[in-house]
């Protein structure tokens, strides 16, 4: 059986060793500039762009055509997709599913609204693949996948939620004070798959430690954790340092964000997905 994974590009995965995977990517408009949040993508580029630009800026999400090419001719894909509450992304992957399963009768896509992004959606992803390695069948992958979903979270700390705003994804009352020198929010994905702001915190002196409570609340004690950043990889060492002091172990990696992530987290985010 033929299989692969696909993924829009807010997971900030490029390719899996092990595994066919495709990232499909989101696009970022700034004014007449198109960047597409694929491999090449000139984030620097981007965000001098994003900086120098006083005119609306906004993104896109992948149409039901490029999800549809990434499924490739895999027997079964399993779609993993940036969260509902937020993006059109998921709708389109449903599009997709249902012309290509239409169109080749007894192939199959599983997809999955993560109500996440980022590296919550980065686990899914690793999750899916470790479960393809030990050769289960798509059912009980499928099974295993949405009962993981259930216990991994997502929570980060910005310096601003400007582009947040700017595209009307919260609230101009949420993000106001936000954006204010060495402000930074902590929150997390909801549960409805939107961003749930949680405290202010005075610089990420004190953002580390919140983001470390909140885990334990959570019930976190030694499970997979993933890290992204924008320009912070000192931020996310710290955190990753903490974490070791704290439960005693990291089990995991840091990685930077792709460009859809670094658009809406803006410079300096920390994020962080984990099993709890
Ligand atoms: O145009 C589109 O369809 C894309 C819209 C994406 C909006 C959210 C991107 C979030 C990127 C920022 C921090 C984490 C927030 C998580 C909330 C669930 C990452």
Not at 8 to 34: C, K, Y
Not at 161 to 190: D, Q, T, Y
């Amino acid at each position: 059986m033929n299989y692969k994974i696909v993924a829009d590009s807010s997971a900030d995965l490029l390719t899996l060793d092990t595994i066919p995977f495709s990232s499909v990517p989101l696009h970022i408009l700034v004014g007449e500039q198109e960047f597409v949040d694929d491999e090449n993508v000139d984030i620097a580029a981007m965000q001098e762009a994003l900086t120098s630009f006083k005119g609306k800026t906004s993104t896109a999400c992948p149409s039901p055509a490029a999800w549809h090419e990434s499924f490739g001719d895999a027997d079964v894909v399993f779609c993993v997709t940036i969260t509902s509450g937020l993006s059109g992304a998921c709708s389109s992957a449903l599009i997709a599913k249902d012309m290509y399963e239409t169109e080749h009768p007894g192939r199959k896509v599983y997809v999955y609204d993560t109500l996440s992004t980022g590296p919550e959606m980065a686990l899914l992803i690793e999750k899916i693949a470790a479960c393809l390695e030990e050769e289960m069948k798509p059912e009980e992958i499928d099974s295993a996948a949405r009962a993981y979903m259930e216990h991994t979270h997502l929570f980060f700390a910005l310096a601003s939620l400007h582009n947040f705003a700017r595209n009307g994804r919260i609230s101009p009352i949420v993000a106001k004070g936000v954006g204010m020198l060495g402000i930074r929010i902590v929150g997390k994905a909801s549960d409805e798959g939107t961003l749930q702001p949680i405290d202010k915190c005075r610089g990420e002196k004190k953002a580390i430690p919140c983001l470390i409570k909140h885990m334990k609340a959570c019930g976190y004690t030694n499970g997979r954790i993933i890290i992204s950043h924008y320009n912070n990889p000192a931020g996310a060492e710290k955190l990753k340092q903490k974490i070791i002091d704290t439960f005693g172990s990291f089990n995991g990696y840091i990685h930077s964000c792709r460009a859809l992530c670094c658009y809406y987290a803006e410079p300096e985010a920390i994020l962080i997905g984990f099993e709890a």
